[in-house]
């Protein structure tokens, strides 16, 4: 069964700072993984996925994400963040169900910046 | 870019009575979803819809769970009865493709049960 784990509850950092949020997945095949960001009273907003190729892969606003298949992990990372960019962070894998895909996610890392 | 909508945002009803949550998908896609968090739990799959019909359901569909989607109106997910577990926020997604294509997600709408 595929899962996903993200260990830290909850990141602080200071604005311009550098950012690694932590992702490791479970997976018997190579999965397809995303990270997802929440903002408040929002919906789930795409940052990046990856299916295959390249183990970067680039997001939105920044983020980049790198792909591990030893350490089964798919970090998010950006180099430097903004108070902006306060919010929850999901980690999570595709699974297929018959012709259709459901999501599989992990708890969500809070990411609060301060000024 | 592309929005999921869900109505109502926050819903409170006692125990043993009906609630339908509406969600209005992206207006050109084909695939939906409702993926439900318990405060503090992981965000949970559900159930997918597609062409009229439940393609999948999870453990967490419950036999008082049903969904619909009449007419290319709103996606509703209905609870009848309801059971103080069914607290929860309850994430509606919608996809153009059913494959590792992106979903889309509403804000969630809070349902307490008393």
């Known amino acids: 069964a595929q899962s996903v784990t993200q260990p830290d509850a909850r990141v602080t950092v200071s604005e311009g700072a550098s950012l690694q949020l932590r992702c490791k997945y479970s997976s018997s095949v190579t999965p397809y993984l995303f990270w997802y960001v929440q903002y408040p009273r929002q919906g789930l907003q795409l940052l990046l996925k990856y299916y295959s190729g390249d183990p970067v892969v680039q997001g939105v606003n920044g983020f980049e994400a790198e792909f591990s298949k030893s350490n089964s992990s798919f970090h998010l990372r950006k180099a430097s963040v903004h108070w902006s960019d306060s919010a929850v962070y999901f980690c999570a894998v595709s699974m297929r169900t018959g012709n259709t895909r459901k999501l599989i996610f992990g708890l969500g890392t809070t990411l609060q910046v301060q000024p | 870019g592309p929005k999921v909508l869900q109505i109502p945002s926050h819903q409170i009803i006692d125990m043993g009575q009906m609630v339908t949550l509406n969600c209005d998908p992206v207006?050109?896609?084909?695939?939906f979803y409702w993926y439900k968090q318990i405060l503090g739990q992981q965000m949970e799959f559900l159930v997918n819809?597609?062409?009229?019909?439940?393609?999948?359901k999870s453990k967490l569909f419950k036999d008082q769970f049903s969904v619909e989607r009449p007419d290319g109106s709103y996606f509703t997910l209905k609870i009848q009865p309801t059971a103080l577990e069914d607290s929860a926020v309850y994430f509606c997604?919608?996809?153009?493709?059913?494959?590792?294509?992106?979903?889309?997600f509403g804000p969630g709408t809070r349902l307490t049960v008393l």
């Open positions: 997604a919608s996809s153009l493709l059913g494959g590792p294509g992106e979903q889309y």
């Open positions: 207006s050109n896609h084909l695939y």
């Open positions: 819809f597609y062409n009229g019909k439940v393609m999948e």
